[in-house]
């Protein structure tokens, strides 16, 4: 039976005023659930009821919320089968991988509880006697969280356990192709006990959630994961209100093979971030950029390996590559592949949408390997699906001039082992992160993620220890236990002679 969900607002499941859509499995075109697309009128509603929550919310003890967080970490725990089932379902990654996003969101629940306890503010030496200077973190207020289907359930933890922890209440507008995911996350949450109002899930169009949420005066931040057209948009109806931005918006992530690397080491790596996720991470490799003494050898052998990747239905364990998520993504990826054949790029394997039995139920598209010249669009575009562009490099140099020539600046690679150009690598990508022989995902929750340039202009950064920026604000506090009027900048020359 199709269940049909509501919105949750206020600690309740609730019947919404607004038509309902569906959401499906990409494999096999199964109807999974209903959900509404909200009216107005309740997500104003979902943001009162977070204001409201955030007065109590931001007054309980830190280490007080990292407990309920823990609980919640717990549940997660317990549930991690039967929602890594719901992540493949819904969003079509393979079943491991399903597993994979699961675990994140235990890994970063954990790790934010932890922050309750440490939350780090600096004392500072004044620079007059009997005078103690200090900073803390404040929450920022009520928060929007809009979060994309690729990582169904580890992006919205992500975003919601550094809020959390940092003390703001939140209303999540999950991607339409995924509710599912977002609302057993919720169902979790409830579970674990977070007070009424301090989560909000509200499905719905970008157009009146999105827009409204960001636009809503009491939203005070709003934390974004999606493509550029629409991170751009949200950075000026944000910048209207002067309130901070978090955004995440994709890669066109490199991995660079000197001459020297290890091949076998480089090629399970290109194999998992070019096809892993059906290449719909935005950290996945999306260019491979080959030294020119071995480019022969490894496109012979890339091309070997991809035509031996199992395609099919993802919740199948021996599955290699699931569907694409959606229809659009299909149309989308597959426009791509007929340019890179248009702009006469050469097409070494796939190209095609998968067709016969099956796959006709599904969103399939075979691994596809184009050899590409620098400057075109396959080189230069993101394109989100299994499409890895190889591109030849004299040396070195000409390879990071290669890699740092997109507007994107997410995830990079480097596969060497002479150190000089590891190290240089690390100092010369123009990326958040770079991978010294390893591919570009793969990201662990305590360290910071996010970019540069068109992929994070607000430079802010997800998970690790910088989490908690997103959310919370700096308070720099002075106290003066003198019992008399000390004047900083001018009482020091007195006091020098005292
Ligand atoms: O993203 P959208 P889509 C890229 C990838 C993909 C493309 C489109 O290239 O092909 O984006 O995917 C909400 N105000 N990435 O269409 O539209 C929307 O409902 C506020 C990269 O899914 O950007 C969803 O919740 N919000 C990415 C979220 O924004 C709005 C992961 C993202 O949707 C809105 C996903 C509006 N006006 C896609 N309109 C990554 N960085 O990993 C829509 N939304």
């Known amino acids: 039976m199709v269940q049909e969900y509501g919105l949750f607002i206020g600690g309740k499941w609730r019947k919404s005023e607004g038509k309902r859509f569906e959401t499906h499995n990409p494999a096999t075109g199964e109807t999974l659930a209903t959900f509404p697309l909200a009216t107005k009128e309740e997500l104003n509603e979902s943001v009162r009821h977070a204001k409201g929550a955030f007065e109590r919310w931001k007054k309980t003890p830190a280490p007080r919320r990292g407990e309920l967080l823990l609980e919640a970490a717990r549940i997660f725990r317990r549930k991690k089968e039967e929602l890594a089932r719901t992540v493949t379902t819904e969003m079509g990654k393979v079943i491991a991988e399903g597993r994979g996003d699961v675990q994140e969101v235990i890994d970063f629940y954990e790790y934010a509880a932890g922050e309750g306890r440490r939350m780090f503010g600096e004392t500072v030496p004044s620079e007059l006697p009997n005078k103690m200077c200090l900073t803390t973190r404040l929450p920022v207020g009520p928060v929007g969280l809009i979060t994309p289907w690729n990582f169904p359930m580890a992006i919205p933890a992500w975003k919601s356990g550094a809020a959390l922890i940092a003390g703001c209440s939140f209303v999540l507008k999950p991607s339409s192709l995924t509710p599912l995911c977002a609302a057993r996350f919720v169902e979790v949450l409830d579970e674990a006990g977070f007070p009424a109002g301090v989560v909000n899930l509200v499905t719905g169009t970008g157009s009146v959630v999105g827009d409204g949420l960001v636009a809503h005066p009491d939203i005070r931040a709003i934390s974004f994961t999606g493509g550029v057209d629409t991170g751009k948009h949200v950075y000026e109806s944000a910048a209207k209100k002067m309130i901070k931005v978090g955004l995440e918006l994709g890669g066109k992530n490199p991995i660079i093979a000197m001459d020297d690397a290890n091949l076998e080491l480089l090629m399970d790596g290109v194999m998992f971030g070019a096809f892993g996720t059906a290449g719909q991470r935005c950290t996945a490799a999306s260019r491979l950029i080959v030294h020119q003494?071995?480019?022969?050898?490894?496109?012979?052998?890339?091309?070997?390996?991809?035509?031996?990747?199992?395609?099919?239905?993802?919740?199948?364990?021996?599955?290699?590559?699931?569907?694409?998520?959606?229809?659009?993504?299909?149309?989308?990826?597959?426009?791509?592949?007929?340019?890179?054949?248009?702009?006469?790029?050469?097409?070494?394997?796939?190209?095609?949408?998968?067709?016969?039995?099956?796959?006709?139920?599904?969103?399939?598209?075979?691994?596809?390997?184009?050899?590409?010249?620098?400057?075109?669009?396959?080189?230069?575009?993101?394109?989100?699906?299994?499409?890895?562009?190889?591109?030849?490099?004299?040396?070195?140099?000409?390879?990071?001039?290669?890699?740092?020539?997109?507007?994107?600046?997410?995830?990079?690679?480097?596969?060497?082992?002479?150190?000089?150009?590891?190290?240089?690598?690390?100092?010369?990508?123009?990326?958040?992160?770079?991978?010294?022989?390893?591919?570009?995902?793969?990201?662990?929750?305590?360290?910071?993620?996010?970019?540069?340039?068109?992929?994070?202009?607000?430079?802010?950064?997800?998970?690790?220890?910088?989490?908690?920026?997103?959310?919370?604000?700096?308070?720099?506090?002075?106290?003066?236990?003198?019992?008399?009027?000390?004047?900083?900048?001018?009482?020091?020359?007195?006091?020098?002679?005292?």
């Open 293 to 498: 003494k071995i480019y022969d050898d490894v496109v012979d052998e890339l091309v070997e390996r991809a035509e031996k990747l199992r395609i099919g239905n993802p919740i199948d364990e021996k599955t290699d590559m699931g569907p694409v998520a959606s229809a659009d993504q299909q149309k989308k990826v597959l426009e791509y592949i007929d340019i890179g054949k248009k702009e006469d790029d050469k097409l070494l394997t796939g190209g095609a949408k998968l067709t016969g039995g099956s796959y006709d139920r599904g969103f399939f598209i075979s691994p596809t390997v184009f050899a590409v010249d620098r400057k075109k669009r396959l080189a230069l575009e993101e394109i989100f699906g299994p499409v890895l562009s190889v591109l030849k490099a004299k040396d070195y140099e000409d390879a990071v001039a290669i890699a740092n020539s997109v507007k994107y600046g997410l995830s990079s690679s480097i596969y060497t082992n002479d150190l000089r150009w590891a190290f240089r690598a690390m100092h010369e990508l123009e990326a958040g992160i770079t991978y010294v022989n390893a591919p570009t995902i793969g990201a662990e929750v305590q360290l910071p993620f996010g970019g540069t340039k068109e992929t994070g202009p607000t430079d802010t950064r997800e998970a690790g220890s910088t989490a908690l920026e997103e959310f919370t604000y700096w308070k720099t506090v002075y106290v003066d236990y003198s019992g008399r009027l000390q004047r900083a900048q001018i009482d020091t020359e007195k006091l020098a002679g005292s």
